[in-house]
């Protein structure tokens, strides 16, 4: 009797954790407990360095940059594609920006230049994938390698320094972080109180659906797309105004971070309903401070990438279970 009783009470148990982790809300409550579980565990750990000034001003500025185009490429992963290029297309852009810097002083041109090149080049991504029917991730795969190697043809395996003149001008007048609230604000917007963000959601939910009900998928693709490729442009500058210079080897892992943060942030990789614009900020948040408290304990900065992996492969093995009955989407 007592061993059927504690059968109902441990079926009731796993009942409850089920519906509470269905629940819309969960979510998006995860992920900030999960962020001040690692800053607590990473403070203990490092005695409380971590939590200096200094330390938490370096995670911001990080987190800023990842911040920036992980909220761009959100939209691209709420139509359940996954772009792979989205830190290649951001250092080779912030890379023809700092040759442009070195022959011209203008830093206004310059900053449009960045978003500019970034819509163009998302641009022709998007349509390579629509127009040859091709999967959004097979192009970007290819467009990653392509952007790498550009870069380092660019830099010969060098580095290139921007004018400090331009770096002091972008630090004096709080680029970064005026540029992410602004650009912030308006993916908000666009993602959960217009038709972009409703339609993205959709097709990426069940494409049949989506084309049964008049949505066009190759047009919203193409919108994800464009507003990504604003957020790897200012991405870009941002990474100029913090580094001050660029090479083969600037933020390596950017495209690593970006994808963990959307995951970290309570996103599912299929994107659908459980999509929220705001998930690449918290989950650039998470993975900053992991990034600089594993640095900090001593850990090797491969070591860090291994860890990295590991966490966002487990990330997608319990967190994108599609519903039975939904086919996956076709690119």
């Known amino acids: 009797m007592s061993e059927k009783i504690e059968r109902e009470q441990k079926r009731s148990f796993l009942t409850t954790i089920k519906t509470i982790t269905?629940?819309?809300?969960?979510?998006?409550?995860?992920?900030?407990?999960?962020?001040?579980?690692?800053?607590?565990?990473?403070?203990?750990?490092?005695?409380?360095?971590?939590?200096?000034?200094?330390?938490?001003?370096?995670?911001?500025?990080?987190?800023?940059i990842v911040a920036t185009v992980s909220t761009g490429a959100s939209f691209i992963y709420a139509s359940g594609n996954v772009n792979l290029a989205m830190g290649a297309t951001t250092t080779l852009i912030a890379t023809l920006v700092t040759f442009f810097l070195n022959s011209n002083d203008s830093l206004i041109i310059a900053i449009i230049l960045a978003v500019v090149l970034g819509i163009v080049i998302m641009t022709i991504s998007a349509l390579l994938s629509t127009l040859l029917n091709v999967r959004v991730m097979f192009v970007t795969i290819v467009m990653m390698t392509l952007f790498r190697a550009i870069q380092d043809s660019l830099l010969?395996?060098?580095?290139?320094?921007?004018?400090?003149?331009?770096?002091?001008?972008?630090?004096?007048?709080?680029?970064?972080?005026?540029?992410?609230?602004?650009?912030?604000?308006?993916?908000?917007?666009?993602?959960?109180?217009?038709?972009?963000?409703?339609?993205?959601?959709?097709?990426?939910?069940?494409?049949?659906?989506?084309?049964?009900?008049?949505?066009?998928?190759?047009?919203y693709l193409l919108i994800a797309?464009?507003?990504?490729?604003?957020?790897?442009?200012?991405?870009?500058?941002?990474?100029?105004?913090?580094?001050?210079?660029v090479s083969v080897n600037t933020l390596s892992g950017l495209n690593t971070d970006v994808m963990l943060a959307i995951v970290l942030g309570?996103?599912?990789?299929?994107?659908?309903?459980?999509?929220?614009?705001?998930?690449?900020?918290?989950?650039?948040?998470?993975v900053c401070m992991l990034n600089q408290g594993l640095l900090m304990l001593g850990v090797d900065s491969s070591v860090v990438q291994a860890i990295r992996g590991i966490i966002f492969l487990i990330l997608i093995m319990t967190s994108t279970q599609r519903p039975k009955g939904l086919p996956a989407p076709e690119g």
């Open 225 to 245: 797309f464009i507003i990504a490729g604003v957020g790897a442009g200012l991405g870009a500058v941002m990474i100029l105004e913090r580094a001050g210079s």
């Open 22 to 64: 269905e629940q819309k809300w969960f979510f998006q409550v995860l992920p900030i407990v999960l962020l001040i579980l690692i800053s607590i565990l990473l403070s203990v750990l490092t005695n409380g360095k971590i939590t200096s000034s200094r330390n938490l001003k370096i995670i911001f500025e990080q987190a800023l």
């Open 156 to 219: 010969k395996g060098g580095s290139l320094g921007v004018p400090y003149e331009a770096v002091l001008k972008l630090s004096n007048g709080n680029f970064s972080k005026i540029a992410f609230a602004i650009y912030f604000i308006v993916c908000i917007i666009l993602f959960h109180f217009t038709a972009i963000g409703r339609s993205l959601k959709t097709i990426g939910t069940n494409n049949e659906n989506a084309f049964q009900t008049g949505i066009e998928k190759a047009k």
């Open 266 to 286: 309570g996103m599912s990789i299929f994107g659908g309903s459980r999509s929220f614009a705001f998930t690449g900020f918290i989950g650039s948040l998470t």
